[in-house]
């Protein structure tokens, strides 16, 4: 019987206890708003400049708050200020030496060693990016203008097809990846995808011709805003597409000599 009380005891002990701490982990609390120098604060892009060396940034012609809801601005800020810068940094120094130094970068780019891992990921990566900026404005999109709008129609059959044929290079991608629009002989449009940091300018590439339209599929240019949904930040892409600078591209490139 004294064993027996014993146990109700304990067990009545026990459960006052689990009783109470349930009591202290159920309480309010009320977390404090962050301070004024806790906020995130979104820099300038004209604030970033790169270590001295032979080739400079593309400047943004818009903020960072400029593409949203497209682009984040976070999500643009670190793109630019971080990715970007870095590459433009590195690609600096792997190029000192090659003899490729005084070139424009598509010359650099069409004429590196694929086999120099370090200048082809950085250079890439300078040169991708600039593609990918000016693909893109605020208060943009729509349908083409121009030149370029009767090419589409004359290479793809209509706008709409052309948007479903990029936003299919772009869906089947797997990792880090871009997909292009490239001018190719004869001012012939053609769509293609290039792994990491390669484009279709490389000696290498199977698909070669001159981007004018850069998709970035790399998870650092859409993750902050859309996570895991990369197909929503495919299709939100047409919405900033500045068609104004991607006609003046393929003017320019079908003035260059293949
Ligand atoms: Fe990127």
């Known amino acids: 019987m004294k064993t027996n009380n014993f146990f109700i ?22 977390v404090p708003l962050p301070t004024a120098q806790e906020k995130i604060t979104i820099g300038m892009p004209e604030d970033v400049n790169a270590e001295p060396g032979s080739f400079l940034m593309d400047k943004l012609i818009y903020p960072y708050d400029a593409l949203a809801p497209t682009v984040s601005p976070f999500t643009l800020e670190t793109h630019y200020s971080k990715h970007y810068l870095t590459y433009t940094n590195n690609f600096n120094k792997a190029v ?29 990566g300078y040169y991708n990016h600039s593609i ?4 893109m404005a605020p208060d943009a999109g729509g349908v083409p203008t121009d ?6 129609n004359r290479d793809f059959g209509s706008y709409e097809n052309f948007k479903v044929a990029f ?22 449009l053609q769509i293609t995808s290039t792994q990491n940091q390669d484009n279709p300018l490389m000696r290498n590439s199977l698909v070669k011709g001159t981007p004018i339209i850069g998709l970035d599929l790399w998870e650092h240019a859409y993750y902050l ?7 929503n930040y495919i299709e939100s892409f ?21």
């Open 9 to 30: 005891v304990s067990t009545l002990s026990v459960l006052f206890l689990i009783s109470c701490n349930k009591k202290k982990y159920t309480e309010v609390v009320e």
């Open 96 to 124: 000192i030496g090659t003899g490729l130094e005084n070139l424009s970068i598509e010359e650099v780019i069409s004429q590196l060693d694929v086999n120099n891992t370090e200048l082809r990921n950085n250079a890439g």
């Open 132 to 135: 990918y900026w000016k693909s």
């Open 147 to 152: 030149t370029i709008a009767s090419v589409i």
């Open 167 to 188: 936003s299919a290079e772009a869906t089947k991608q797997f990792g880090s990846a871009w997909v292009w629009l490239v001018v190719q002989k004869g001012g012939k």
């Open 225 to 231: 805003g859309y996570q895991y949904r990369r197909k």
């Open 238 to 258: 047409y919405n900033v597409l500045n068609w104004k600078k991607i006609n003046e591209a393929y003017e320019s490139a079908i003035r260059r000599k293949y």
